[in-house]
């Protein structure tokens, strides 16, 4: 073979070599950058799985500290006061649906339309963190009424319920006018009163018509 022959072959050797090498070493980046990739990926996934524990913890934190910082008064109002609220609202639902007197039905319905602002009133006034109860009310009350029919449903309503159950939510605004600290819950107490007392009012007078104990 010919000296030009052993030169060419040995350039042509030597150019495999090189390709053979190149190829091998981008097979060996290219992992190198996947890697780097699902690093970045993970470090990521991380952080947010951090940021969402501390922004649960920190939330947690902030309601506990918002109750702690209530005074007895207020707190006793937030628990009492929204389930007095709560029961006079379904009670009057009930006797809405049930009564078959038209009396009965037109003072269940202002019933229901004052005690549910009053409800929401008390929910948009505590403080920021404090878990207030949504729908909270007494069963026993509503169960003693809930299977009763014609005149014996109005008699319960409006002797048990009506005046008895609205001197409970009386007696707790009263409390959070004359003991309560927060701004905002003795403001709603302050307004509500009127309200709750203009409809007790309205119960004496139904319960005299209807010649039932007031």
């Not at 000296?3 to 091998?24: C, I, Y």
């Not at 996947?34 to 947010?48: E, F, H, L, M, R």
């Not at 009965?104 to 878990?131: C, H, Q, W």
Request: glycine letters at 8%; aromatic letters at 2%.
């Amino acid at each position: 073979m010919s000296r030009l022959s052993l030169a060419s072959l040995a350039t042509a050797s030597a150019a495999g070599l090189l390709v053979l090498s190149l190829g091998a070493n981008a097979q060996t980046t290219a992992p190198a950058g996947t890697t780097a990739a699902n690093a970045g990926t993970n470090a990521a996934t991380a952080a947010a799985a951090s940021s969402t524990g501390t922004t649960s913890t920190t939330a947690t934190t902030n309601a506990a500290a918002a109750g702690a910082k209530l005074h007895g008064s207020d707190k006793a109002f937030i628990a009492d006061g929204t389930q007095t609220v709560a029961t006079q609202r379904d009670a009057a639902r009930i006797a809405d649906s049930r009564s078959s007197d038209r009396e009965v039905k037109a003072f269940a319905e202002k019933i229901v339309a004052d005690y549910t602002k009053l409800s929401n009133e008390m929910r948009a006034a505590s403080p920021r963190g404090v878990d207030v109860p949504r729908n909270d009310p007494d069963t026993a009350v509503l169960d003693s009424i809930k299977n009763l029919r014609g005149a014996d449903f109005d008699k319960a309503y409006i002797e048990q319920v009506a005046l008895g159950g609205q001197q409970k939510a009386l007696s707790a605004f009263q409390a959070e006018i004359a003991e309560g600290r927060d701004a905002g819950l003795k403001k709603v107490a302050t307004e509500g009163l009127p309200v709750i007392q203009a409809d007790i009012a309205k119960a004496k007078e139904l319960a005299q018509r209807k010649h039932m104990a007031s």
